[in-house]
Nanobody, 118 residues
Framework: QVQLVESGGGLVQPGGSLRLSCAAS????????MGWYRQAPGKERELVAV???????NYADFVQGRFTISRDNAKNTVELQMNSLKPEDTAVYYC????????????WGQGTQVTVSS
């Protein structure tokens, strides 16, 4: 079994920063893409950022240079550094990894709440 555990969410004032972390554990043979998604109340889940196994990154347009995704292949972790946070960034943030055990499969974390408010 594979588990993804997220941490680092919380309440922050507009303009502040948060760092999210997601760690995968279990019988992992290999990990391809790692990514962060978010879902605000009443909205669909959307991509925030993704990083490939080779380290290439892609960000949603709304990130506008404020967030940075990184990964540590030795630790099976992915992080999202979020700066200059805005109230509209408020959402539940989920990590997703494409992981091979016996077969390739997409795994999701349980989500961590990020609230940006004064």
């Amino acid at each position: 079994q594979v588990q993804l555990v997220e941490s680092g969410g919380g309440l922050v004032q507009p303009g502040g920063s948060l760092r999210l972390s997601c760690a995968a554990s279990g019988s992992i043979a290999s990990i391809r893409a790692m990514g962060w998604y978010r879902q605000a109340p009443g909205k669909e889940r959307e991509l925030v950022a993704v990083i490939t196994g080779g380290g290439s990154t892609n960000y949603a347009d709304f990130v506008q240079g404020r967030f940075t995704i990184s990964r540590d292949n030795a630790k099976n972790t992915v992080e999202l550094q979020m700066n200059s946070l805005k109230p509209e960034d408020t959402a539940v943030y989920y990590c997703k990894m494409t992981i091979a055990t016996v077969v390739w499969y997409h795994y999701w974390g349980q989500g961590t709440q990020v609230t940006v408010s004064s």
